[in-house]
C-alpha cells in the first residue's frame, strides 16, 4: 500500500468522476492534490451542471436565479473571491405589500437605515426585538452548534420559538425563505434555516462579475483537456472499476464518484440511491 506522500504509479487506473457541477469538480480538484488520475464526464457541452451563464445579445444570463452566499464555510475554502471579481447586493430586502415597496435592510451592517426599517409597517416593535435576539443567537453559535439544537419545522420556530408575529412572519420571512427552500409553507427543517440565516447575517449575497458561470470556470481551471470529457453521456456502470459511454466507450478505473443529481443517481445505481422529490422553479428574463 502507498504511503499517503507517494504518487501512485502513472499506470494506476483513473479514479472517474461522473458530473461536472460544482461537486464534481470540487472533487477532481481533491483528487489532484492527493496525486490522482482523475477523468471527468460531463454530458452537457460545459462544466457548471446548474450552475452556467449564458451570453446572449450582449447580456450575461445566469440559469435561473442565484448568488453566492460569501460566508458559506466550503466556498470560502475552494474558492478565490478576488479573482471572481464579486460585486455586492445591498443587505436587506426591498418588500412589496400593499402596493407599495418598503425596506427591510440590516440595521447592523446599515445603521443608517435603522429608523427607516424599524417603521416600515412590518411586524411589531416587539418583532424587531426577537429578530435582533435571533440574529446574536445565530452569530454567536458555531454552525456545529446549530445543527444539534432541537428540530421542528422554521413556520414552528419563527412563530412558537422565537415567539415572531404573523405578520411579520408572513409579509417578511415567508416571501423570502419561500424563494431559498422552493416551499411556501416553512416546512423546511428549523436547523437548515438556522444555519441560513446564519449565513445571511455574517456575508453578503455576491455576484461575479461575469456571471455564476465564472464559478465553474475557476474550480475546472486546473483540468487538462485530457482530464475534463464534454458531451460524454454515461450509460452505466461496471462493478466499480468500468464506466460505459453511451458512445459505447469502454473505461476502466480504480473507483467511480458520482456527482450527478438524484434521477440520474438513482438510473446508474439501479435504484440503490434513492431519488429525491425535486422542486424547480422558474426565471423569467
Not at 19 to 42: F, M, N, P, T
Not at 161 to 190: I, K, N, Y
Not at 215 to 244: C, H, T
Request: net charge negative; proline share 5%.
Amino acid at each position: 500500500m502507498l504511503a499517503s506522500t507517494e504518487r501512485p504509479s502513472m499506470k494506476a487506473k483513473p479514479v472517474v468522476v461522473i458530473g461536472a457541477g460544482l461537486s464534481g469538480l470540487c472533487c477532481a480538484r481533491e483528487l489532484l492534490k492527493q496525486h490522482r488520475d482523475v477523468i471527468v464526464l460531463e454530458a452537457q457541452d460545459d462544466i457548471g451542471g446548474r450552475v452556467r451563464t449564458d451570453h446572449v445579445d450582449g447580456f450575461l444570463l445566469d440559469r435561473g436565479f442565484q448568488v453566492l452566499q460569501t460566508a458559506y464555510p466550503e466556498a470560502a475554502v475552494q474558492l478565490d473571491y478576488h479573482g471572481l471579481c464579486l460585486h455586492n447586493f445591498e443587505p436587506g430586502a426591498l418588500i412589496r405589500t400593499q402596493g407599495r415597496m418598503v425596506e427591510m435592510s440590516d440595521p447592523w451592517r446599515r445603521p443608517t437605515k435603522l429608523w427607516s426599517t424599524a417603521c416600515n409597517g412590518i411586524g411589531t416593535f416587539s418583532d424587531r426585538l426577537k429578530l435582533a435576539k435571533l440574529r446574536w443567537h445565530v452569530t454567536h453559535t458555531s454552525p456545529e452548534e446549530l445543527w444539534e439544537e432541537p428540530e421542528s419545522t422554521t413556520y414552528d420556530y419563527l412563530r412558537t420559538t422565537c415567539g415572531l408575529s404573523s405578520d411579520m412572519v408572513d409579509r417578511f420571512f415567508r416571501p423570502w425563505f419561500s424563494g431559498v427552500f422552493l416551499e411556501s409553507d416553512l416546512a423546511t427543517s428549523s436547523r437548515f434555516f438556522r444555519f441560513l440565516f446564519r449565513i445571511f447575517a455574517i456575508g453578503d449575497a455576491s455576484l461575479p462579475q461575469q456571471g455564476m458561470g465564472a464559478i465553474p470556470k475557476q474550480l475546472g481551471a486546473e483540468l487538462s483537456q485530457s482530464m475534463l470529457r464534454l458531451s460524454a453521456p454515461v450509460d452505466s456502470l461496471g462493478d466499480g472499476d468500468r464506466v460505459r459511454l453511451k458512445s459505447g466507450e469502454l473505461i476502466d478505473c480504480c473507483a467511480i464518484v458520482l456527482a450527478v443529481e438524484g434521477p440520474e443517481a438513482s438510473r446508474l445505481t439501479g435504484g440503490l440511491v434513492r431519488c429525491p422529490e425535486a422542486r424547480s422553479t422558474t426565471c423569467i428574463y
